[in-house]
């Protein structure tokens, strides 16, 4: 499924989401400019659980805010700002530029520790947008629930555009993420950073909401 829009529109411009957005395609830009070198890129400014563990988390915090910003492959990078355009500004909406950033970071750096803690000797390393957009998910998922989402649903050489109310879509992509990290065996996706920044997303958006209808 891929989402096209929602149905909410938002009430301020959400600067932080469009810069979040520049930032990362300035960095993926760059990324595909230096060719082969890319591989050094990331293991220079990924996170490496086996390092994490062996370096503390102070010495690992620039680089869990790095790997944010860097993306392995063009559907990784546009497949993560599609998802960050169309849920992300409502969430911003509703908590307030600071608000949201901090929100953004913090369940990104979430997701990353779920993942170093399920395999600590890992020394592939760890990059993508991917954690806290899930955190942006899982707040869309609370406060948005009855939203409405434009979506594509690709069936063999058909393709179907509906409306799916954001509860089921969001619960979708949650369970996919479960069932991709319960039955795949050797991935190069961490979709367990994805499992838990949805749910730290879920859990805190609360805490972070400012504005209310």
Do not use: C
């Not at 891929?2 to 989401?17: A, E, G, H, Y």
């Not at 546009?78 to 960050?84: A, D, F, H, K």
């Not at 530029?97 to 592939?124: E, N, Q, W």
């Not at 009855?146 to 649903?153: E, G, K, N, P, S």
Request: aromatic letters at 16%.
């Amino acid at each position: 499924m891929i989402p096209l829009k929602d149905n909410i529109p938002s009430r301020r411009f959400p600067l932080v989401t469009v810069t979040l957005i520049i930032i990362n395609t300035l960095a993926w830009l760059f990324e595909w400019s230096l060719g082969p070198a890319m591989e050094n890129l990331i293991f220079t400014f990924g996170v490496t659980p086996a390092e994490l563990f062996n370096y503390g988390l102070d010495g690992q915090l620039l680089l869990m805010t790095t790997a944010m910003f860097l993306h392995g492959g063009w559907l990784h990078f546009l497949s993560n700002m599609l998802y960050l355009w169309i849920f992300g500004d409502n969430v911003e909406d509703r908590m307030g530029k600071f608000r949201f950033l901090l929100f953004y970071l913090l369940t990104g750096y979430i997701a990353t520790l779920t993942h170093v803690f399920s395999d600590p000797t890992s020394t592939s390393p760890l990059i993508g947008a991917s954690g806290a957009i899930a955190g942006v998910l899982g707040g869309y998922f609370v406060l948005f629930p009855h939203a409405r989402v434009l979506t594509l649903i690709p069936i063999f050489i058909f393709i179907q555009v509906i409306h799916i109310p954001a509860l089921y879509f969001l619960g979708f992509w949650f369970l996919l993420q479960i069932l991709n990290q319960t039955f795949q065996g050797a991935q190069s996706v961490a979709f367990l950073a994805h499992i838990g920044g949805f749910v730290a997303g879920a859990l805190m958006v609360k805490l972070f909401q400012k504005y209310r209808d």
